[in-house]
């Protein structure tokens, strides 16, 4: 059984790109016949996981670059990543689910995490 998702939940982005980078990446077939926003709730009604999971893996590809450059350049720089201020389980997993933020993985690359807000 599908769990229940706020109808108002965001997962970016499904231009015509992205549709095409994930569909590359998890070899899924889109209907071509499917407007932006039907080729969106085909994506979350059936594949879910997969985009999630190329999402997160996008991410953290951009990471991985960006410790290795500044590595290359400045081998003792510390990174620091600013996460969504939520728990793992907040907004039905909110955190990996819509902006691709897998910290297992991101681990490997970011020596600290902030995730919380701090007003001043």
Aim: charged share 30%; proline share 4%; net charge negative.
């Amino acid at each position: 059984m599908r769990r229940e998702i706020p109808v108002n939940r965001r997962s970016y982005c499904f231009c015509a790109d992205c549709r095409k980078a994930f569909s590359e990446y998890s070899s899924i077939a889109i209907p071509p016949q499917l407007s932006t926003s039907e080729a969106a709730a085909w994506i979350l009604e059936h594949h879910e996981d997969e985009w999630t999971g190329w999402k997160s893996d996008l991410i953290t590809s951009y990471v991985k670059e960006l410790e290795n450059s500044t590595h290359d350049i400045m081998p003792d720089c510390k990174i620091m990543l600013v996460t969504l201020p939520w728990g793992e389980a907040e907004h039905h997993d909110g955190r990996q689910r819509l902006a691709g933020h897998d910290l297992k993985d991101l681990s490997d690359y970011v020596d600290y995490f902030v995730s919380r807000l701090v007003r001043i």
